[in-house]
């Protein structure tokens, strides 16, 4: 069954088409990862199909409802079956760790703060940062930073996550380990993923498709396998980082 779909979906910024007739169906529990050279619209696909942009024409379905026609009220019950993680982490620099985590559950749920706090712990513990609980943001390390973005955006059980670029500015071996771990909560939490990164090993580690943006549109390339021999000439010159071909051509 299709989560999240889009049909014939246009974005435009300031007169300019980022995104051009996008058509796409995300099945249940699936891993999808978008790629594609900078500036191409992957973040903008990515918001549009979490909600955060309404494009300008075609259909966002969310759970077999027409997102464009819902009310706040009615969007409500699908943002709490979602949680994102911003490229950036988007924490909160004057919060200390377990309270990244708290503020959400304090925000959406009916929960009492002692079951708050223990829940939050839980996550903290389950991305490996148990011992940075009374830490902020700017007193741990990058990959640390990753983890606690994760756990936040893990705090209210979604269905659906969306990663933009979770492994940016890390080493490969932490990079490595934070698609691991997200991989590990996928399969315990049964949860679909979307995910965006220009890392094409993280890419194929974490992928059961791959979708290419590129010249506006949306090429889905299929299993890592199948995007590895991809015949399109874009995407032979992406994945393999050439400096020469269709990408680069003036």
Known sequence: MDVI?????????????????????????ESFVIIGPSGQGKTTLLKTLSGLISPQNGKVIIEQQDWL????????????????????NALFDSLTCVENICFPLRETTDLEEIEIIKKA??????????????????????????????????????????????????????????????????????????????????????ADRIGVVVDGGLLITGTPEETKNHKDPRVYQFIRGLLEGPLTTA
């Open 5 to 29: 779909a889009l049909e014939n979906v246009s974005v435009t910024f300031d007169g300019q088409a980022v995104l051009k007739n996008i058509d796409l169906r995300i099945q249940r529990g």
């Open 69 to 88: 026609t819902l009310s706040n009220k009615e969007r409500l019950p699908l943002l709490k079956k979602m949680g994102v993680l911003f490229q950036r």
């Open 121 to 206: 712990e839980l996550f903290l513990d389950a991305v490996g940062i148990a011992h940075a609980r009374d830490l902020y943001p700017d007193e741990i390390s990058g990959g640390m930073q990753k983890r606690l973005g994760i756990a936040r955006a893990l705090a209210l059980d979604p269905e659906i996550i969306f990663y933009d670029d979770p492994t940016a500015g890390l080493d490969p071996i932490t990079s490595k380990r934070i698609i691991e771990l997200i991989l590990q909560l996928r399969a315990k939490n049964k949860s679909t993923v979307l995910a965006v990164t220009n890392d094409m090993n993280r890419a194929f580690q974490m």
